[in-house]
């Protein structure tokens, strides 16, 4: 399978189109139908992509790329020209798709948009009512507003909408379908002789000569890296917080301003029957809707309790007809509006008359009221602390970051004096070296690229003064000091010639088990011979037996027109093994995996007709690229 993706690799490409395209679905999909005033870095159908999307979208990379990879994403690998096009290639590829969805006349109804939203993940409280504020929220920390998002989501649909025709279209070759299983199915029987090179240590002699040649040829083996121990200050919001008290009477006067944000609005809880209803509507259609809406609220209205089963039985809207009509709790203005002024005039329990709106006739029931609600003071008392201390820890940053620099410049010589300035605490750290460790988060101070790179400064190992006040994040700043340096060194031979011993020893043996495995194996390939081979054992692509990847590779790659066929293989750190192969089967169908790899198949033939199809959409809207904008790195958004 993994041979016929490697040999395939145009129709991977397309599964990689299928994967970015989702990313854009949260950012900036408005400025795909708005000019910016400056530069425009490509056209594709006559319509720009501005200076300010391009920027946008690098940002935007840049911030998945940080969450993916944390602080050790450096920010300048997206300042690569390749980097940079494959960002530009992105907005291309979707601008071009979005032109042909506007040809096509492709729409997302507002139910079906909606039916979307209240689906998403994360966005459901507690009782499984839709959370409102937190889709707000959600949205404003991505610089959004909901009728932003929801125009980018219809759009998104629609685009999915002209994707998924190509991709279930895809025809598979039942015949590389069937190739693969047959070379995944294939079985060999196989015996081992191994030739392991502890057998052969005996026979070798170790000289002094030997030991010292390898000692001078793998210096590097034997270094001490330079190693610095140091002492460190970091100035960030939390630390200035941490300073910082709070008054009752600030808690008080900042609860009472901002009530609105531990507030709750009211929210309703309702189930409907919809019947679908186009505002273009034939007369007779709309006789027969009405009348049969009238029907259903009679219906409902004399046995209120059958409406969940009357909205399951007859309610055109696919969302909420299989929960018996329920629509969840809501907030005012969440529904359009014919239909939210009705339910909020409703009383608990009650049932509306026939509503009107562009979805068709609805007929509605309240089923809950929750009432606005506001948290008390003592509720909200501890996160109210919380974000008094971090406004003001923010305002005091600016004044304090400059004291911070300014002290650790002027008294160069010792971090004690901006210490007690700031108030801030002297950590020391030993054996650090150039390199950040791996598997220890860069967020660690000691552990931080910008900040090794300061400790390890010319001036800051000769000298030993302070390092200049470095960012190592978003309002965090360090500084610090060599207190003792230890210059890079070798292991003196004595000390590492037992360790050497053993590695030209191994080294030796290792050399001495191939050579005889070499010799076993012309041998064996000019007249056969099964003694000293191991037991039997049938291995395949699927069933690997107790072989390594290699020998297996080797094994099953094998000339096998003439039985028995034979393969040498070596094992790292082992030593030589030869491998007689002496039948090949067709092995056992598995019809379930045989299934699984057909599907993969029809998977990448899919992609790969996207990718093809987005390509032509490209050549076809003639698509121009401005190189100076692209390759521009003065934009205000640029990472």
Do not use: C
């Amino acid at each position: 399978m993994f041979e016929y993706i490697r040999t395939h690799k145009r129709i991977m490409q397309g599964v990689l189109l299928v994967i970015i395209f989702p990313s854009f679905a949260f950012f900036g999909i408005e400025s795909f139908t708005q000019r910016d005033v400056r530069a425009t870095v490509a056209t594709v159908a006559g319509q720009a992509i501005s200076q300010q999307e391009f920027d946008q979208a690098l940002s935007n990379q840049l911030d998945r790329l940080k969450q993916a990879y944390g602080q050790d994403f450096d920010a300048q690998m997206l300042n690569t020209p390749e980097a940079r096009q494959g960002v530009l290639d992105d907005l291309i590829a979707r601008k071009a798709l979005t032109v042909e969805t506007v040809k096509s006349k492709l729409t997302v109804s507002d139910q079906v948009l909606q039916q979307s939203i209240l689906e998403t993940p994360g966005l459901k409280k507690e009782d499984n009512s839709f959370d409102g504020e937190r889709y707000k929220s959600l949205l404003a920390m991505q610089g959004m507003t909901p009728a932003m998002y929801e125009a980018s989501l219809r759009q998104d649909m629609t685009m999915q909408q002209l994707i998924g025709s190509i991709q279930n279209t895809a025809i598979n070759s039942k015949s590389i379908a069937n190739r693969i299983a047959l070379i995944s199915e294939q079985e060999r029987e196989v015996q081992a002789l191994s030739f392991n090179a502890k057998d052969f240590a005996a026979s070798i002699k170790v000289t002094d000569d030997m030991l010292r040649a390898y000692y001078e040829k793998n210096a590097k083996q034997f270094e001490i890296p330079e190693l610095v121990n140091a002492e460190y200050v970091v100035l960030n919001n939390e630390v200035l917080a941490e300073q910082i008290v709070v008054t009752d009477a600030e808690v008080k006067a900042h609860y009472e301003q901002n009530t609105k944000n531990y507030s709750t609005d009211e929210q309703r809880r309702a189930s409907h029957i919809l019947l679908n209803l186009k505002k273009d509507a034939a007369e007779a259609e709309v006789k027969a809707v009405n009348a049969k809406a009238e029907a259903l609220l009679a219906q409902v209205r004399k046995d209120p309790s059958q409406f969940a089963k009357l909205a399951k039985e007859n309610s055109q809207d696919p969302g909420s007809a299989e929960r018996g009509g329920d629509l969840d709790f809501f907030a005012r203005g969440a529904m359009v509006k014919a239909f939210d002024e009705t339910a909020f005039k409703l009383k608990e329990g009650e049932i509306s008359g026939l509503v009107q709106t562009d979805f068709g006739i609805h007929i509605i029931q309240l089923t809950a009221i929750k009432p606005a609600a506001v948290k008390s003071l003592d509720e909200v008392k501890a996160q109210l602390i919380s974000d008094i201390k971090k406004q003001k820890a923010g305002k005091a940053y600016a004044e304090a970051a400059e004291t911070f620099t300014n002290t650790v410049y002027e008294q160069a010589d010792s971090l004690q004096p901006v210490a007690d300035k700031l108030k801030l605490k002297i950590e020391k750290v030993s054996n650090l070296n150039r390199q950040p460790i791996p598997g220890l988060p860069a967020t660690m101070v000691a552990n931080n690229p910008k900040f090794l790179s300061a400790i390890f400064s010319e001036d800051a190992l000769k000298k030993k003064n302070n390092i200049e006040a470095t960012e190592i994040a978003p309002s965090t700043l360090v500084s610090g000091r060599v207190v003792e340096y230890k210059p890079a060194s070798k292991r003196p031979f004595e000390e590492v010639k037992a360790v050497i011993q053993a590695k030209v020893l191994e080294t030796e043996a290792l050399a001495l088990a191939k050579k005889s495995g070499e010799a076993k194996l012309a041998a064996l390939k000019s007249a056969d011979n099964v003694n000293g081979f191991a037991e039997v054992k049938t291995v395949s692509r699927l069933k690997k037996a107790d072989l390594s990847n290699d020998a297996l590779l080797a094994i099953m790659k094998a000339d096998t027109a003439k039985l028995p066929a034979y393969v040498g293989v070596d094992v790292p750190g082992v030593g030589y093994s030869v491998y007689r192969i002496a039948k090949v089967s067709a092995g056992t169908p598995d019809p379930a995996r045989r299934a699984s790899e057909a599907q993969q198949l029809e998977n990448a033939a899919a992609q790969q007709d996207v990718y093809s199809y987005v390509e032509a959409l490209k050549k076809k809207s003639k698509v121009e690229i401005n190189k100076a904008a692209l390759n521009s790195k003065t934009a205000a958004n640029a990472p």
